[in-house]
């Protein structure tokens, strides 16, 4: 699953510089999460780093955007291979 930002945020700015994959972004009033780019932080560290420093917790997973372990892996690795 890919995570989302909800509505209760209070654009704080402290997700967005800890993205690894730079899924996160300003949307029109708040920040959004690319689902194509968001691995939940797998490849990188044991745990999403958004959810992590968000003082809101208005990150959760995207119950639209299912996708397992080994897609999330997957994903990763063509992500990190795009940056070579």
Same mark, same amino acid.
């Given at each position: 699953?890919?995570?989302?930002?909800? /509505? !209760?945020?209070?654009?704080?700015? $402290? +997700?967005?510089? @800890? %993205?690894?994959?730079?899924?996160?972004?300003?949307?029109?009033?708040?920040?959004?999460?690319?689902?194509?780019?968001?691995?939940?932080?797998?490849?990188?560290? /044991? !745990?999403?780093?958004?959810?992590? $420093? +968000?003082?809101? @917790? %208005?990150?959760?997973?995207?119950?639209?955007?299912?996708?397992?372990?080994?897609?999330?892996?997957?994903?990763?690795?063509?992500?990190?291979?795009?940056?070579?």
């Amino acid at each position: 699953m890919a995570l989302l930002i909800t /509505d !209760e945020c209070i654009n704080c700015d $402290v +997700c967005e510089p @800890e %993205c690894p994959n730079d899924a996160i972004t300003m949307g029109a009033s708040i920040y959004e999460i690319d689902p194509n780019k968001c691995t939940e932080c797998v490849g990188h560290f /044991d !745990e999403p780093q958004c959810q992590q $420093v +968000c003082p809101v @917790e %208005c990150i959760p997973f995207n119950p639209a955007w299912r996708e397992t372990p080994e897609q999330l892996r997957i994903k990763y690795e063509r992500l990190t291979a795009a940056k070579d």
